[in-house]
C-alpha cells in the first residue's frame, strides 16, 4: 500500500550572508520584501535542510521526496550526493531517496529564484517568490506501484465523454516496474457509491455511466471518482484515485461560451497565489478564502494567472463549478535560451491538471510582447 508523510516540520534555513534559523514549510523567503511594492526582493539561493531517520519513513520497499513546487529551480541532495534537478517554479516533481536512506540521512533542497536565462518567468509585473511554498512529503510504495516520476503524473488520466443521456470514462494508468499477472482493479463511484468495478491487466479502461450525472458549472458540479488498485493476488500493492466529471463544452462566435449544449456565460476573475504576509507560501484556509471570495461576487470563471496553481486551490475549482483558464507563466518577454523549458512547464501543466473538470482552457502565453518584441538574451 502506498504511505504518505507530511514533512513539513523541523527544516533548517539559510540563504548567503545570514546564519540559519529554524523554519516550517510552507515557507518564502520573500514574504516580507516580495510584497512591499519596491520591486527590489532578494533573489538567490536558499538552502533548506532536514535530518531524516529510518524510524521516521514512511513504510514502503521505495520511498520518494514529492516537492508541490519550488521556485524557481531545485536540486535535491541526500548526504551530499546530488539526485534531482527541476526548472519551474510552480508544478509537482518528485525523485526517489531509497538506495541513498539508511538509519539517518540529510536531505537537502536548495532552491534558487536567481535572474535565469532558462527559466520562466524572468520578466511580468508579479513577485518571483523563492521556497518551497506547497510543503514537501515523502511518498512509500511498493516496488510495483503506480508512476511517480514522469512529468510529476498523478498516475491516472480519465477522459470523459458526453454520449447523449450517457457518459463514458476512459481510464489510463501509468505503472512502474509492474511484473506479469499483476492485475489492475478498476473502481468507478458517484458520491461515495461504487457503480462498477472491472479487474484486467490491461493499463487502458473505458466505463460506460448510464443517464450520466453531468458537471455542469455552478448549476451542478457533480464528480464522479475513479479508484485504481494494483493487484499482486490478493493483495493491493498501490492504489490511486482522482474525481473527474463527465461534461461538453465549446465556443461560438454567436452564442458564446456552451457548457453542456447549453449558453453559460463566463464573467469572473483573475487570480495570484498570494497574500500580503505569506506571499505565496498560502495555507488551505487561504484557497478557500480566495474562492469563497470569487463565488461571492457570482464569478462563473477563473484566470489562474499565470502559471500552474496549487492543485488544492483546482479541487475547490472543481468543487465549486467554476470554469478555469489555466496557464505557463510563458509571459512579458521571450526568452531565446527558454524553449525547452517552456515545453516541459506546459507538459507538466496538462499532465499534472488532466482530471480536473473545471478546466476548459489551456493558456500556451500572454502578454509576450509587453516589454517589445526583441529576445530576452
Excluded at 537537502?108 to 520578466?123: C, F, G, H, K, L
Excluded at 482493479?185 to 472491472?198: A, I, N
Excluded at 499534472?352 to 517589445?372: A, K, R
Amino acid at each position: 500500500m502506498r504511505h504518505i508523510l507530511s514533512l513539513n516540520e523541523g527544516w533548517s534555513f539559510r540563504r548567503e550572508g545570514r546564519e540559519a534559523e529554524p523554519v516550517k514549510l510552507p515557507h518564502t523567503w520573500n514574504a516580507v520584501d516580495g510584497m512591499d511594492g519596491g520591486g527590489d526582493y532578494w533573489r538567490g539561493k536558499g538552502i533548506y535542510e532536514k535530518t531524516l531517520t529510518r524510524e521516521a519513513l514512511p513504510q514502503g520497499e521505495r520511498i520518494f521526496l514529492e516537492i508541490p513546487a519550488a521556485n524557481s529551480s531545485a536540486d535535491v541532495f541526500v548526504n551530499g550526493e546530488k539526485l534531482c534537478h527541476h526548472d519551474g517554479g510552480y508544478s509537482c516533481f518528485r525523485c526517489e531517496l531509497t538506495e541513498q536512506l539508511g538509519e539517518e540521512a540529510v536531505l537537502r533542497i536548495e532552491v534558487d529564484n536567481s535572474a535565469s536565462r532558462t527559466v520562466y518567468p524572468q520578466v511580468a509585473d508579479f513577485t518571483f517568490y523563492g521556497g518551497l511554498y506547497r510543503g514537501v512529503r515523502l511518498i512509500g510504495v511498493s516496488g510495483s506501484h503506480f508512476d511517480l516520476t514522469t512529468n510529476g503524473t498523478p498516475g491516472i488520466h480519465v477522459t470523459p465523454t458526453v454520449e447523449g443521456e450517457n457518459g463514458r470514462a476512459r481510464v489510463r494508468v501509468f505503472t512502474t516496474d509492474r511484473k506479469e499477472g499483476q492485475l489492475l482493479r478498476y473502481t468507478l463511484l458517484s458520491e461515495g457509491k461504487e457503480l462498477k468495478t472491472h479487474t484486467t491487466a490491461a493499463e487502458t479502461v473505458d466505463f460506460l455511466i448510464q443517464k450520466v450525472r453531468l458537471w455542469d458549472g455552478k448549476r451542478d458540479p457533480h464528480l464522479y471518482t475513479m479508484k485504481a488498485e494494483l493487484l499482486d493476488g490478493d493483495r493491493v500493492l498501490d492504489t490511486v484515485t482522482t474525481r473527474f466529471g463527465v461534461r461538453s463544452f465549446s465556443v461560438d462566435p454567436e452564442r458564446g461560451f456552451l457548457l453542456n449544449g447549453r449558453e453559460y456565460p463566463l464573467r469572473g476573475v483573475a487570480r495570484h497565489q498570494d497574500r500580503i504576509g505569506f506571499g505565496n507560501a498560502l495555507l488551505p484556509k487561504h484557497h478557500e478564502e480566495d474562492m469563497d471570495l470569487i463565488c461571492e461576487v457570482g464569478a462563473t470563471t477563473i484566470r489562474l494567472a499565470h502559471y500552474q496553481h496549487d492543485q488544492y486551490f483546482y479541487d475547490l475549482c472543481d468543487e465549486r463549478g467554476l470554469v478555469i483558464w489555466a496557464e505557463i507563466p510563458y509571459i512579458s518577454q521571450h526568452m531565446s535560451e527558454g524553449r525547452e523549458n517552456t515545453v516541459s512547464q506546459m507538459t507538466e501543466l496538462i499532465t499534472q491538471c488532466y482530471n480536473h473538470p473545471s478546466i476548459c482552457f489551456w493558456g500556451l502565453s500572454n502578454e509576450i510582447t509587453m516589454n517589445g518584441a526583441e529576445d530576452l538574451d
